[in-house]
């Protein structure tokens, strides 16, 4: 069994180094405790920012921060690289990969995954969005897929290649739709001279009636001009049926031949096993109280995306937003400290900052409480807000040169395709090497 | 059967997007000629700060660059991604992943792979570092090795995850050495606390007698001077029998155990099928005349680290470094425009400008023909040196925040674990998501 040494301040063992994670290490500093994290990554995602590591016009790297390095000044952190299989909270424990590990608290924030809704071909043959792995394979397919499209001579060969299917029309559908389009209309015909910008379609698909369902009306109206002004062709009102590969169906009957489909229309908690079948929200969330703890458990906490905390205020708990896990992180790690010490603990209330979602090079709209705007200053307000939203000076002055580069001359980016991606495994291109031996 | 519109112009088929064939695609900008460039990645790797991303400080893509954005100005140019396997000379075309394509004049600038010397076992487990994938797999081993080393309790268990065996001290494996030091003594313990420095060893091993053969005795002697300095053990007069994952052997019966051998140790040229044997000199390079042609071809040139100009003066062909690319390439360029205006053709001299090679944070050795120097003014011109000639102003940037970054604080980078590295194949995280369903 792994444990720290032996010492007399409670282990606090944080499961999720996301947004929520973060927070709850960060409010422990300098606090008597002693800080355990596990992640199956040894890097925390700006998952905000993942579109355009898609698109290659940011790099991959520089929407990660080293764990590690992030803590590295704080005394009472460790990490491990580790995915937690079990809670048994009978003992304090979990089973992870790399052994049991016991707590005196645990933090659950493992955050969400994909929801394909059990839709099995969907599940494999459509790519979803919520990793750097995950990407950089769909960054991968779309410049894969373009480099087939130009070798093929007959046009019905080629468009099914030039077709881009994104299903979810939230902030990540509705970014990622500007950003293609804006690739197409801009850089494509430079990049590519076989290929003209009007044989590329781009199709973002929801079953509401209309985009960017969380916010407001204006804003989605805002959004849906701007996309129908950039040439995203809007399906609302529709619902997949399946994907095959090649012909993407929906109930209503209509199908497009396409050889993407973007999938970013639900998400659903990660959740170890050990966790009773009647405290799982819909969602595959866990239930807490409103200090954030699981019903029933009084030393285990739930945050952010995994965590459904259901009061009169919040019947469905909250959004799966970043500012949630945020604050919920900076909660739960100010509670902890107050149990261990016998005082009172405050409960958790969300502090609403409103909604931002961007569209193509200089649109976005925000609704900031009764604040709604759209169109440049939203923008500006939008980068402004994620840009210091990135951990790191470095990251955030990489990220800054990138998009300087970008707003100048729409070229910047990396649109490389460093390993081949097929689906099922990432070949590695070290196996195209020896082929040439 | 591919090929681009009936043109009266010559079609030019550049096979390789390295230092060499950029620079034949450069000279025929404007000329009376189409040119079709293939590449198996469609980037240009800037080879030389490979090294800097096995450390993780610096991103992969900052020392990539897009060929088809690179080149998307040039209205003659046109670029497919495809690995070339034969040479049909008497037909003129070659047979490719794309299909059969048809030349009027053929550059083969397909670069060398590592050489693991027909040692089956040593190219099975040790690392090679040519190119950015390999690079990064380079990384996820050395960063899973330390957290691997981070589990166990028994020192000796410990101590093979904290070696690392660097053979070949040449340019590349002196710089990598360096890296790993400085990581070693200036980072390691503050990412990993349960680490301590004087675990780690890095070996730097050569059959020659002193590192950098290449270049002059000053330049090997200073070099080795800071290598120890930093920490670095030389193994030099020493043969590597073998390797096998654990324990690598020495011909003098030394042997180490080590979860990390990367192997520098030597190259040879990438020859398609078609090209007869007797062309094909030592280090399985592509014989050719003093114009780059391969003997007895008329219309096929060879250059850079896949060429043998065999001359009085160049009885063992010239260096495989990027400057000997660089020309050839422009002299290629220059004188396929010759050859078709039916002008003389200029022979190839190379100009040799010199070596550098760095050593550790600011520290580099210099031979600029006479003029032999060593230290901080060495590095301020290594850094130069590189930086210039970088592709693309925002790469240059980018890697100038970068060490910056790096050279203020030692603690830049992004050592970052993407993907799981498993000899043999690299296994996408995205399936170590699907566990936690």
């Given at each position: 069994m792994e444990s720290t040494d032996k010492s007399k301040f409670p282990l606090i063992v944080i499961v999720g180094g996301g947004f929520g994670g973060l927070q709850v290490a960060k409010q422990l500093e300098d606090k008597p405790v002693e800080v355990l994290m596990l992640d199956k990554h040894n890097y925390h995602t700006f998952q905000p920012l993942l579109y355009q590591v898609a698109l290659g016009s940011l790099e991959s790297e520089s929407i990660a921060f080293s764990l590690r390095k992030n803590f590295g000044g704080q005394k009472n952190f460790r990490f491990r690289i580790a995915e937690v299989s079990k809670v048994n909270h009978e003992k304090n424990t979990i089973d992870t990969t790399i052994g049991e590990i016991a707590y005196d608290y645990l933090v659950i924030a493992t955050g969400s995954t994909t929801n394909f809704f059990g839709n099995k071909d969907v599940e494999h043959y459509a790519m979803p969005m919520k990793s750097i792995p995950e990407a950089l394979n769909l960054r991968y397919l779309i410049f894969q897929n373009l480099e087939e499209a130009?070798?093929?001579?007959?046009?019905?060969?080629?468009?099914?290649?030039?077709t881009f299917v994104l299903v979810g029309a939230g902030p990540t559908g509705v970014e990622l739709a500007g950003?293609?389009?804006?690739?197409?209309?801009?850089?494509?015909?430079?990049?590519?001279?076989?290929?003209?910008?009007?044989?590329?379609?781009?199709?973002?698909?929801?079953?509401?009636?209309?985009?960017?369902?969380?916010?407001?009306?204006?804003?989605?109206?805002?959004?849906?001009?701007?996309?129908?002004?950039?040439?995203?062709?809007?399906?609302?009102?529709?619902?997949?049926?399946?994907?095959?590969?090649?012909?993407?169906?929906?109930?209503?009957?209509?199908?497009?031949?396409?050889?993407?489909?973007?999938?970013?229309?639900?998400?659903?908690?990660?959740?170890?096993?050990?966790?009773?079948?009647?405290?799982?929200?819909?969602?595959?969330?866990?239930?807490?109280?409103?200090?954030?703890?699981?019903?029933?458990?009084d030393n285990v906490f739930a945050i952010g995306d995994v965590a459904a905390m259901i009061t009169d205020d919040t019947p469905k708990g909250h959004p799966g937003v970043a500012q949630v896990a945020i604050q919920m992180g900076q909660n739960v790690g100010k509670n902890i400290v107050h149990l261990i010490k016998g005082e009172a603990t405050v409960p958790f209330v969300y502090n609403d900052k409103g909604s931002l979602a961007t569209i193509g090079r200089n649109k976005a709209v925000a609704d900031l409480g009764k604040i709604k705007f759209q169109g440049f200053f939203a923008w500006l307000i939008w980068i402004f807000v994620h840009l210091f939203s990135l951990v790191g000076t470095r990251n955030r002055v990489i990220v800054f040169i990138n998009w300087i580069g970008n707003y100048i001359n729409y070229n910047g980016g990396s649109r490389l395709i460093i390993r081949r991606f097929t689906r099922g495994t990432v070949k590695n291109t070290t196996e195209e090497v020896t082929k040439y031996k």
């Amino acid at each position: 069994m792994e444990s720290t040494d032996k010492s007399k301040f409670p282990l606090i063992v944080i499961v999720g180094g996301g947004f929520g994670g973060l927070q709850v290490a960060k409010q422990l500093e300098d606090k008597p405790v002693e800080v355990l994290m596990l992640d199956k990554h040894n890097y925390h995602t700006f998952q905000p920012l993942l579109y355009q590591v898609a698109l290659g016009s940011l790099e991959s790297e520089s929407i990660a921060f080293s764990l590690r390095k992030n803590f590295g000044g704080q005394k009472n952190f460790r990490f491990r690289i580790a995915e937690v299989s079990k809670v048994n909270h009978e003992k304090n424990t979990i089973d992870t990969t790399i052994g049991e590990i016991a707590y005196d608290y645990l933090v659950i924030a493992t955050g969400s995954t994909t929801n394909f809704f059990g839709n099995k071909d969907v599940e494999h043959y459509a790519m979803p969005m919520k990793s750097i792995p995950e990407a950089l394979n769909l960054r991968y397919l779309i410049f894969q897929n373009l480099e087939e499209a130009v070798l093929k001579k007959v046009k019905e060969e080629r468009e099914p290649y030039l077709t881009f299917v994104l299903v979810g029309a939230g902030p990540t559908g509705v970014e990622l739709a500007g950003a293609i389009a804006e690739f197409r209309n801009f850089v494509l015909e430079k990049d590519y001279p076989e290929l003209k910008k009007d044989d590329v379609k781009i199709y973002l698909v929801d079953f509401l009636p209309r985009v960017l369902g969380p916010m407001s009306e204006q804003a989605s109206k805002a959004s849906q001009d701007y996309l129908h002004k950039l040439g995203v062709e809007l399906l609302l009102n529709a619902k997949v049926q399946g994907y095959d590969g090649h012909t993407i169906t929906f109930e209503d009957g209509k199908s497009i031949k396409t050889k993407s489909v973007i999938w970013s229309a639900g998400v659903m908690g990660v959740i170890p096993h050990g966790i009773s079948k009647d405290l799982v929200e819909r969602g595959n969330r866990i239930r807490t109280d409103n200090i954030c703890r699981v019903i029933g458990f009084d030393n285990v906490f739930a945050i952010g995306d995994v965590a459904a905390m259901i009061t009169d205020d919040t019947p469905k708990g909250h959004p799966g937003v970043a500012q949630v896990a945020i604050q919920m992180g900076q909660n739960v790690g100010k509670n902890i400290v107050h149990l261990i010490k016998g005082e009172a603990t405050v409960p958790f209330v969300y502090n609403d900052k409103g909604s931002l979602a961007t569209i193509g090079r200089n649109k976005a709209v925000a609704d900031l409480g009764k604040i709604k705007f759209q169109g440049f200053f939203a923008w500006l307000i939008w980068i402004f807000v994620h840009l210091f939203s990135l951990v790191g000076t470095r990251n955030r002055v990489i990220v800054f040169i990138n998009w300087i580069g970008n707003y100048i001359n729409y070229n910047g980016g990396s649109r490389l395709i460093i390993r081949r991606f097929t689906r099922g495994t990432v070949k590695n291109t070290t196996e195209e090497v020896t082929k040439y031996k």
